[in-house]
């Protein structure tokens, strides 16, 4: 019995393991696989991804590894993470060089995961074993990784592809040398890599196959040589752009005839743009904005009949821009002009050869009515026209033509109309800042930002807005709007930003708002009734203005659940301008400067201040000044390290001053006045900053910036009172909560950076843009967490 069943399990056994053999020995090359597994062993995998990888199976089946199939030999390895979870799926630890013992090997990709280091063997190590790689890709991995033996990479003789993007390079001050060792070299990326020298020696780059070239986000700080590009005549991609060169474009730039892509944007380059221009015949993108070019556009560039996009805003152009300059460009589809200040002279009749997709002429100050030729272009999906000094009154007829553009840009001219029976179908609406009348337009469900502040529009909110269900941000600031908002929004679930402030607004605030929302300003209406609970339960909120309204009743006690005003991070998303107010002033601030605020002044709000309030102690601006609120300063006010401004005047504080306040290290902004607060202002830098306005109109108040207290109290009846004892363990969490929000102000800090650069480049959107955004918010954000 026992005999019988050992024998059916051995014959199972060696059936098993003689599949398990022949697989092996058909395809994996042994060699190969115990490279591989020493590469594996510098790899820390915290998601499985190389779960495959082991001596038991073939590893010609290993995720990532691709064989030939005839030899068994190793010929790819890709572990590049799958883009849908790259955060969940990126490998860590070492790129370890070993793999170039892979003789067959041809195509590494590494690229996108969180590797920190890479190894090169400096001894035992042979390269002319990887004699047939041909495509390396380490881009993007963590931000502190970096090489320091690159020399060993440039004997790699058949690479034809290297993509070195995001690895930090800054001590090879040779690096033009290195890489101009690869004999073959077609595609070279060092996006990114902190390179900051080129020898002084030399002047010219020796890759003469070279095709593709991206130097970007680099630090040179120097300006190209003349010769630069003398052997490299086959260029065609070429990208410079962030990369702070200065001086004249070189001259050898005009032997790349066959440049089809050239990006030089946001540099310090100046000079004029030479009319040898016009000679690279083959060009499609052109990005001269954003340095210091001077002088008028050589009319040669209205040769380049296969031009495609042309940026040249944001310069010191001068001279005139006329129809003759286009006259050839029959392919061009996206044009940048803006922020210049050359003459336009178009001919009011002219037909231009070409139908854009994207056209700014934001701030140029050129034009008083709309351009007629824009209306010949029937296929603009943006358009910029900010700033520039139109005053017309055919809005009407402008936007009903406009109104199908997706990306409409029209704020800060005087234009006028009445342009209620127009149906605006674009999804970013920006016609703030003009002289628009009547009701407001029927703007179809798409839209997504929407901006009509500072206007004349009247009425109220019409019926069909309930349906934007893609709407994030709406500012109606500074109109003559009235009726019932807020009920007409509150059901709109993507909406982060509402700004309804100084219209005739009314209502009560609903209970369920948008849970998504990050900004609320209502200031300056007729909104009534009390300020519900759940307004404090909104989780992404950091700016909350309720101002100079007629809400009543007290600030809610509830859990007060606001992330922002509580750890600091502020992931805003939405790109238009807000209306801040600090400091008991009106300030207009771009939109990228947030502030964690709290202001529910000017309200008819009574009662105490909630314990729950202290605890956000990321708010930077609190003002509850001209209600009736009452209660004294708790002394866990020290909590708020961050607190700027200050304001509880015109209300029915009472009690002492807590010595805690003295804690607060950024107040520049105090106004106590007109409370009923007694006692001595206590003693120490920061309240003392403060002149005697802050501290006016409390009867019973005294001590330096006001007058010297009359009785010396007795210093041992100064203590903190019961109430704060009681308060000790939230006290001890709420540093406890300090540490946490520091690390996590970074991540606010962060948020900021991406927002600088998103609303920098809103307009024109561009690829390389984008990149620039994730790059900035990878490298200055990734090394906190
Ligand atoms: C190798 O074999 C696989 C699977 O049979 C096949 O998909 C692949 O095309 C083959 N490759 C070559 C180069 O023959
Ligand atoms: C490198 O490897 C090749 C092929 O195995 C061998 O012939 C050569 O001697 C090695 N060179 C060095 C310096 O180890
Ligand atoms: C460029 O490099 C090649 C070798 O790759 C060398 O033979 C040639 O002399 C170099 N040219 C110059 C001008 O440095
Ligand atoms: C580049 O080419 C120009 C014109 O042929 C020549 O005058 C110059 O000396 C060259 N510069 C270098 C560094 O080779
Ligand atoms: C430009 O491209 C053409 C066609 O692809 C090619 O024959 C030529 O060698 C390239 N380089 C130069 C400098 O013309
Ligand atoms: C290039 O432009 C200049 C000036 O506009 C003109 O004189 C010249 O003929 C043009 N060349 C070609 C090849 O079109
Ligand atoms: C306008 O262009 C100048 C010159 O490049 C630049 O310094 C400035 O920041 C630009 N302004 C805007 C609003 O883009
Ligand atoms: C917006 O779309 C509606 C319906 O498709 C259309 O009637 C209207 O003319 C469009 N408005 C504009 C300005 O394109
Ligand atoms: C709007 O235009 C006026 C006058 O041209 C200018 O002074 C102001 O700075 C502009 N405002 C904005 C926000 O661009
Ligand atoms: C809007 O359309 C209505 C009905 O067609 C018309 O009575 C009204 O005058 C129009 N308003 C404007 C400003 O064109
Ligand atoms: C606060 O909001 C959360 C959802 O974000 C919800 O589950 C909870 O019930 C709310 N609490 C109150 C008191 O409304
Ligand atoms: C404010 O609300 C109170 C009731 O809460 C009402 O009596 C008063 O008239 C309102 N004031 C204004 C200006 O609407």
Redesign the pocket.
């Known amino acids: 019995m026992m005999t019988f069943t050992s024998q059916i399990l051995m014959l199972l056994l060696l059936l098993l393991s003689s599949i398990i053999f022949n697989k092996g020995v058909s395809t994996c090359n042994e060699k190969d696989q115990r490279t591989l597994l020493i590469f594996k062993k510098g790899i820390i995998d915290h998601f499985g991804r190389l779960s495959t990888w082991s001596s038991e199976e073939d590893c010609c089946a290993w995720k990532g590894v691709q064989c030939d199939n005839n030899t068994g030999r190793v010929t790819k390895l890709d572990l590049s993470p799958p883009y849908e979870e790259k955060q969940y799926n990126s490998l860590e630890g070492e790129i370890n060089f070993v793999f170039l013992e892979l003789e067959f090997l041809n195509y590494v990709d590494l690229r996108e995961n969180e590797f920190d280091m890479i190894r090169i063997q400096p001894i035992h190590y042979n390269v002319t074993y990887a004699s047939k790689l041909r495509y390396l890709d380490l881009s993007w991995n963590a931000y502190d990784i970096h090489i320091d033996n690159i020399h060993r990479v440039s004997e790699l003789s058949s690479l034809k592809y290297l993509n070195l993007n995001g690895v930090d390079l800054h001590k090879e001050t040779d690096w033009l040398q290195v890489f101009s060792m690869f004999p073959s070299l077609l595609e070279l990326y060092l996006k990114d890599c902190n390179l900051n020298y080129i020898s002084p020696s030399l002047k010219y780059m020796n890759i003469t196959s070279l095709e593709t070239l991206d130097l970007s986000l680099n630090n040179f700080n120097f300006e190209l040589p003349k010769g630069l590009f003398n052997l490299t005549k086959d260029i065609s991609y070429l990208d410079f752009s962030s990369s702070k060169i200065h001086g004249e474009l070189p001259l050898s730039l005009s032997n790349l005839v066959n440049l089809t892509y050239l990006d030089l944007s946001y540099n310090q380059l100046k000079g004029s743009i030479p009319s040898w221009i016009g000679q690279l015949g083959n060009l499609q993108h052109v990005d001269f904005s954003y340095n210091m070019f001077l002088g008028s556009i050589p009319s040669t560039i209205g040769n380049l009949s296969s031009l495609v996009s042309l940026y040249i805003g944001s310069n010191f152009f001068s001279g005139v821009i006329s129809e003759k300059t286009f006259s050839k460009l029959l392919n061009l589809k996206d044009l940048d002009l803006s922020n210049s200040t050359f003459a336009s002279h178009f001919d009011p009749k002219w037909n231009p050869p070409f139908q854009l997709n994207r056209l700014s002429l934001a701030n140029t100050k050129q034009i008083s009515n709309f351009p007629s030729w824009i209306y010949t272009q029937k296929s603009l999906q943006v358009l910029d026209l900010s700033n520039v000094g139109i005053s017309s009154k055919d809005g009407n007829k402008f936007?009903?033509?406009?109104?199908?553009i997706s990306n409409l840009r029209l704020s800060n001219n005087s234009i006028s109309g009445d342009i209620s029976n127009?149906?605006?179908?674009s999804s970013y609406i920006a016609i703030d800042r003009n002289k628009f009348t009547g009701e407001l337009p029927h703007i179809?469900p798409k839209a997504e930002l929407i901006d009509l502040s500072y206007n004349s529009f009247s009425g109220s909110i019409p019926r069909d807005w309930d349906n934007m269900k893609y709407l994030i941000d709406i500012n109606l600031w500074s109109n003559r709007l009235a009726g019932e908002a807020l009920i007409h929004l509150s059901n709109l679930k993507r909406l982060r930003v509402i700004n309804l402030g100084k219209n005739q607004f009314s209502g009560m605030i609903p209970i369920n708002l948008p849970q998504k929302l990050q900004v609320i300003i209502l200031r300056d209406n007729q909104f009534e009734g009390n300020i519900p609970a759940q307004v404090f339960n909104l989780s992404s909120l950091f700016h909350l203005d309720l101002a100079h309204n007629n809400l009543s009743g007290s600030i809610p006690q509830s859990v007060y659940n606001m992330t922002p005003m509580i750890i600091g991070t502020i992931n805003y998303i939405a790109g238009f301008r807000l209306n801040l107010f600090t400091k008991g002033e009106e300030y207009e601030f771009e939109s990228y400067i947030l502030r964690q605020t709290i202001d529910l002044s000017a309200n008819n709000l009574y009662g105490e201040i909630p314990l729950e309030l202290f605890r956000l102690i990321q708010v930077q601006t609190i003002n509850l000044s001209h209600n009736n609120l009452s209660g004294t300063i708790p002394e866990m006010i020290k909590g708020m390290k961050n607190l700027e401004s200050l304001d509880l005047s015109n209300n029915k504080f009472s009690g002492e001053i807590p010595q805690s306040m003295t804690f607060l290290t950024f107040l520049s902004f105090l106004n106590l006045s007109y409370n009923d607060f007694i006692g001595r202002i206590p003693v120490g830098t920061q309240l003392q900053s403060f002149d005697a306005s802050s501290y006016n109109g409390n009867r019973e108040l005294c001590g330096a910036p006001l007058k010297k207290c009359v009785i010396e109290e007795d210093p041992t009846r100064t203590n903190p009172s019961m109430e704060n004892e009681d308060d000790d363990s939230l006290r001890e969490s709420l540093y406890l909560g300090l540490g946490v929000g520091f690390a996590a102000g970074f991540w606010g800090i962060c948020g900021l950076l991406f927002l600088v650069s998103k609303w920098r480049h809103m307009f024109l959107d561009r690829m390389t843009d984008k990149l620039y955004v994730t790059l900035m918010a990878k490298k200055n954000c990734s090394h906190k967490t």
Do not use: E, M, P, Q
């Open positions: 936007l009903s033509f406009a109104g199908g127009v149906t605006l179908n179809s």
